[in-house]
């Protein structure tokens, strides 16, 4: 055991040797993992991120793979589903895959280059998941209530829709990186984020702006469409619903769902985000931290197996390219988008599924 020897005025002193237990030495978890926590806790979460990015991989993999197999399913409206399906498939490959080996080992073993690039990743493709419901519920309304009258959803608008969804959701994401707040471990240990604890009110400032453009603006547009819809609703004659067109019924149908699945997925963990920005000093477990973060990332696993199951045309694809059987229709799936006359027939369905889902959404 050590000693330190010291001289003061010319007379030597010994000090005695001091001894540290290794409960009184900091957690690092980019040195080893929470000694507070059980192994048990890290192999489980693990477990779980290997079932979800697996999970989540190969079926928005799939979800990519059929739509560039099958000009059918190339139209404008599916453009950005097929972006949701990319983003969902980046936070998997990042997020999830460096989530998974850090989990395995107990602590944030790759260092903080690391931790930045996962912390961006998750943020950033979250994000952009989150804009292309957005603009994916902007699109039902352009299709429906006509806002330009005779202008249709063209190819080119869906196109603008995914720029401004990327180039918006990476200004609003990136600025961590450059030392406006930061991303940094999570309390957990194995996971990293924006700094919410943070008590600068420089870091302050960029996690309001930041819930401001990236959760409660997309969120204002969502509730804005459907809202314009409901008031579509009260303009529409009750004695047309018989005439309401099934495909058009399962495409608006199938919008909703994706975003209450998207909702359910990530309010809670923006919600603890609010929570602990507000309040940087209380004390949780880190486990009880750690389930809105990871429990946001099986969001990735839910739009696709919706996509697949609520999307007929898509599942006759499917069929077709695992058994070589069956027979695909040719007329597409945004038909609103050519033809005005079916607009009204279908407002009432769309509104009635949203008067009761949104709500849900938005105070989850």
Known sequence: ????????????????????????LPDDPFTGPIKSLAPWNFTFLAVLMFVVSSLSL???????????KFKQLRQPLNYIIVNLAIAD??????????SFLTNARGYFFLGTWACVLEGFAVTFFGIVALWSLAVLSFERFFVICRPLGNVRLRGKHSMLGLLFVWTFSFVWTFPPVLGWNSYTVSKIGTTCEPNWYSTNMVDHSYIITFFVTCFILP??????CYGKLLQKLKKVSHGRLATA?????????????MIVAFMVGWTPYAAFSIVVTACPTIQLDPRVGAIPAFFSKTAAVYNPVIYVYMNKQFRKCLIQLFTGKGTIPENNINQTSERPGFTAEIVHYTVSLVRLVVPV????
Request: hydrophobic share 50%.
């Open 1 to 24: 055991m050590d000693t330190v020897s010291l001289s003061v005025n010319g007379v030597s002193y010994t000090e005695a040797p001091k001894i540290y237990e290794a409960a009184d």
């Open 58 to 68: 190969s079926e928005n993999f799939l979800v990519m793979f059929v739509t560039f």
């Open 89 to 98: 498939f980046l936070v998997s490959l990042t997020g999830g895959l460096i």
């Open 219 to 224: 969120l204002g547009v969502i509730i804005f």
């Open 245 to 257: 067109r099934k495909p058009e019924r399962q495409v608006t149908r199938m919008v909703v769902v």
């Open 361 to 364: 959404a938005c105070y989850r």
